[in-house]
């Protein structure tokens, strides 16, 4: 709908534009005619009048000088049109300057707007005495180029549809084309990398989305190469240091030297902690190849009662709160309860006294939020720490062990779920780790 409201305003704006520059166009082109052929509505006057004018000139004029007022005469009785003899000099006044020079040489000068028209009776006063100074004033006359103009709007307003509908057409299917690139870019950004534009080769952004398509295809490639690399390192570590671990072992129950079995104990623990990275990261590879969720219906508090039990015990306080009932969600309850314990043992981690989980709904979100009272994590690193071996202060991290894995584990676990991961401060005054479904 929103979507639809944008394009429908891009339109309107697109349709404006179109009418202003046609607009526009048509007074260009008024005032391009008028210099180069004259004035096109003086023409159709002239035409309009052409009867009268005709009357003048082929009638009156026609008549011996000393018959002419005579001839004038019998014209104005039979004719709608009031024909007035007035001096020069107030026609001159009547006039626009830029018609004054046509009345001089005793042409006809259109007063459009008056419906009249200007004609001197002659230029050398032979008609009778000081004809010379004497000017036809014609009122009255036929002249209507209102129709005209409206004939003229309708041309171009049909000229402008004719334009505006193809064009709209042609925008449209370009603005369609691009609102479906921006959708697989979405999606390939958030992590369905087999989204493609396929976009047919008549399409008019054909050779944009195939690039894009390439490009997808490559990234995939990469990543798919990527997972499958981390997998088959993990993977093949596994045995040498199974190996490691059960030679170790023999050595040490051979070793008689005291000071060699510490040495030998302390190899082990190293060896124990090779162990624990390798499965980390073989868990998050599973996690990246996972594309089917095992979903089923949860009970969220039982969620939260169960990650909040297999939590090892610690020295420091955890509540579990929920407001209100807080119902079901569909989801993958191994997956889920992996990224809650891994939030509830950092918790634990780096907590001073207290740690709390607890949950609501909000505008149709299920929250569950992972709170504690410890150093919390500067505004700088908020989306940094959920990359995998990102860890923040080393002194600080080395002492409380961990692979840096756990929240870029605990986030992929999320956003299977198409939900999201996101760390703030705590009312507690440390972190407060809210996961949105
Ligand atoms: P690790 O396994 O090393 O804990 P994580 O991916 O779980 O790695 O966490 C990454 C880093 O984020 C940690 O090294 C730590 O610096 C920081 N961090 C995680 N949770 C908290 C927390 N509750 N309070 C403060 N810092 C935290």
Do not use: C
């Not at 015990?313 to 990224?339: F, K, M, Y």
């Not at 989980?357 to 500067?378: C, N, Q």
């Amino acid at each position: 709908m929103l979507e639809g409201d944008r394009v429908n305003r891009i339109f309107f704006r697109f349709f404006v534009l179109v009418m202003l520059s046609i607009t526009a166009a048509t007074f260009v082109i008024y005032f391009a005619m008028s210099r180069l052929f004259g004035d096109p509505l003086d023409d159709i006057a002239r035409r309009q009048s052409s009867a009268q004018i005709f009357l003048i000139e082929q009638y009156v004029d026609e008549a011996p000088a000393d018959e002419w007022l005579v001839r004038l005469n019998r014209v104005r009785e039979v004719s709608d049109t009031r024909f007035d003899l007035i001096s020069l000099a107030a026609a001159r006044a009547a006039l626009p300057r830029a018609s004054l020079r046509a009345l001089e040489r005793g042409e006809v000068v259109l007063d459009i707007g008056n419906k009249a028209f200007y004609r001197r009776v002659d230029l050398d006063g032979q008609r009778y005495i000081g004809s010379d100074e004497e000017v036809i004033h014609a009122r009255d006359l036929p002249i209507d180029v209102n129709l005209a103009l409206k004939m003229e709007a309708v041309r171009y307003v049909i000229v402008a549809l004719a334009l505006l509908v193809p064009v709209a057409l042609w925008s449209r299917s370009h603005w369609q084309g691009l609102q479906k690139l921006s959708r697989v870019a979405d999606e390939f950004g958030a992590g369905r990398l087999s989204a493609r534009a396929r976009m047919p080769p008549s399409a008019s952004i054909y050779p944009l989305a195939e690039r894009i398509d390439h490009m997808a295809d490559r990234i995939e490639e990469l990543l798919v190469s990527q997972k499958n690399l981390l997998h088959s390192v993990s993977h093949e570590l596994r045995t040498p240091i199974a190996r490691l671990e059960f030679a170790l072992e023999l050595l040490d129950a051979k070793a008689g030297d005291p000071a060699l079995r510490r040495r030998i104990a302390a190899m082990e623990g190293d060896v124990r902690e090779l162990n624990d990275l390798v499965n980390e990261l073989l868990g998050m590879a599973r996690l990246d190849s996972e594309q089917a969720l095992r979903r089923e219906t949860v009970d969220v508090a039982s969620l939260l009662e169960s990650a909040a039990a297999s939590l090892p015990p610690g020295s420091q306080a955890l509540s579990v709160a929920s407001a209100q009932d807080l119902g079901t969600i569909e989801a993958d309850p191994r997956l889920l309860g992996r990224a809650l314990s891994n939030l509830l043992r950092n918790a634990q981690k780096y907590a001073a006294a207290s740690i709390r989980l607890s949950a609501v709904r909000e505008e149709g979100k299920l929250l569950i939020m992972v709170e504690d009272d410890g150093p919390g994590i500067p505004e700088a690193e908020r989306e940094r720490i959920f990359e995998p071996f990102y860890r923040l202060d080393r002194s600080r991290d080395r002492a409380t062990g961990g692979f840096g894995l756990g929240l870029s584990i605990a986030r992929k676990a999320v956003l299977l779920h198409g939900g999201s991961l996101s760390v703030e401060d705590s009312a507690l005054g440390g972190a407060k780790f809210v996961i949105a479904l």
